[in-house]
C-alpha cells in the first residue's frame, strides 16, 4: 500500500510538469506546424483532412519549405541569427565567467548582494531597458561620445562592426552590446551556480602536486565547471536566435535576423503559411543545442552521483 502511494505520488510530479509541456509547448507547436503546411484562402484555412464522395483526403501543402530552401534570403537570415547568436554567447561567456568566478570565491556574507546585483536589471522594464541604450548609442549619448572620443570607432569600423565612423546605432555593434548587456544575467546565473559547489579541496591538491594558479584553474576550475558553461550559453543561445526586440530597436537593415522575418510574414505580407514555416524551422535549429544541453546535464548529474 505504501509503495503504490510512493508509485502514485513519482507518478503526479511527473505528469504535472509534462502535461504543462503539452499544452503550452506541443500544442502550439503543432498548431503552427498545421497552419505551416495548410493553404490559406483570405482569412481562413483549408482543412488538412477532408472527406468528399466517400473519400478521405489529406491535403498537405510542402511547397512552403520548398520555398524557404530556394530562397536565399531565408537561409542568410537563419545563419545571421545564429551568428549574432553565437557572438553574443561568446561575449556573454567572456564577461560572465570572471564575474561569476569572482562571485563564488567571495565572502559568503557578500554573495547573496552580489547575486543581487546580477538580478537587479531585471527589476526594471525589459523594453525600458533596450530604449535606454538607444540614447546611449545615439550621437550625443555618453557611451557614444567616450567611443568616439577615444577613436574606438575607427576600430569597429576596420573591424566592419560599424558602417561609417561615428555611427554606432542601427549597427551589427549595437546590436550585440544589446543582447550582451540583456542576456549577461543568463550566464552569470548558471555559472555561480556551478562553480559555488566547487571543491576547493581539489585546487589545493593541485597545488600540493606542483601546479600554478593558472594551471590549477584550466586544469581544474574550467572542466569542472563545464555543466555551468554549457548551461549558460544554451540559456542565451537559444532566446538570442529568435530575438525580434533587440534587433528591431538597436539593428538596422544589415542586421536581419529571423524573429523580424517572422514579423514581417504575419503582419506585413499577411502571409500566415510561410511565417509559420520560418518558425517551425527555427524551432527545429533550436532543438539541437537543446538536445546537446540535455545531454550534457545528465552527464553531470551522473558525475555529481
Request: neutral net charge; contains cysteine.
Amino acid at each position: 500500500m505504501k509503495l503504490r502511494g510512493l508509485v502514485s505520488g513519482r507518478t503526479a510530479v511527473i505528469a504535472l510538469p509534462m502535461l504543462f509541456l503539452l499544452l503550452f509547448f506541443l500544442a502550439p507547436f503543432f498548431i503552427v506546424g498545421k497552419i505551416s503546411v495548410s493553404e490559406m484562402e483570405t482569412v481562413n484555412f483549408k482543412p488538412l483532412l477532408a472527406f468528399v464522395d466517400g473519400v478521405l483526403t489529406l491535403k498537405v501543402k510542402v511547397s512552403n519549405y520548398a520555398f524557404l530552401a530556394s530562397d536565399d534570403l531565408y537561409f542568410k537570415t537563419y545563419l545571421s541569427s545564429i551568428y549574432y547568436a553565437a557572438a553574443t554567447t561568446a561575449l556573454c561567456l567572456f564577461i560572465g565567467y570572471p564575474f561569476a568566478y569572482f562571485m563564488a570565491r567571495a565572502r559568503p556574507s557578500v554573495q547573496p548582494a552580489l547575486v543581487m546585483l546580477v538580478m537587479l536589471p531585471f527589476w526594471t522594464s525589459f523594453l525600458l531597458r533596450v530604449y535606454a541604450w538607444r540614447g546611449l548609442l545615439s550621437e550625443g549619448g555618453w557611451v557614444a561620445d567616450f567611443i568616439v572620443g577615444a577613436g574606438l570607432d575607427v576600430v569597429l569600423l576596420k573591424l566592419g562592426l560599424i558602417s561609417a565612423p561615428g555611427k554606432l546605432m542601427h549597427t551589427p555593434f549595437s546590436l550585440v552590446v544589446g543582447m550582451t548587456y540583456t542576456y549577461l544575467p543568463f550566464m552569470v546565473l548558471p555559472l555561480y551556480a556551478n562553480l559555488a559547489k566547487m571543491d576547493l579541496r581539489l585546487l589545493e591538491a593541485a597545488a600540493d602536486l606542483g601546479a600554478t594558479p593558472w594551471v590549477g584553474f584550466w586544469k581544474v576550475t574550467v572542466p569542472l565547471s563545464r555543466a555551468g558553461v554549457i548551461a549558460g550559453s544554451m540559456l542565451v543561445f537559444i532566446p538570442c536566435i529568435g530575438e525580434f526586440v533587440i534587433p528591431e530597436l538597436l539593428g538596422g537593415p544589415e542586421t536581419l535576423m529571423i524573429g523580424r522575418v517572422i514579423w514581417d510574414e504575419f503582419f506585413s505580407n499577411n502571409d500566415w503559411p510561410v511565417a509559420s514555416t520560418v518558425a517551425v524551422v527555427m524551432v527545429l535549429l533550436i532543438i539541437v543545442p537543446l538536445a546537446i544541453f540535455s545531454k550534457y546535464q545528465a552527464e553531470a548529474q551522473e558525475t555529481a552521483r
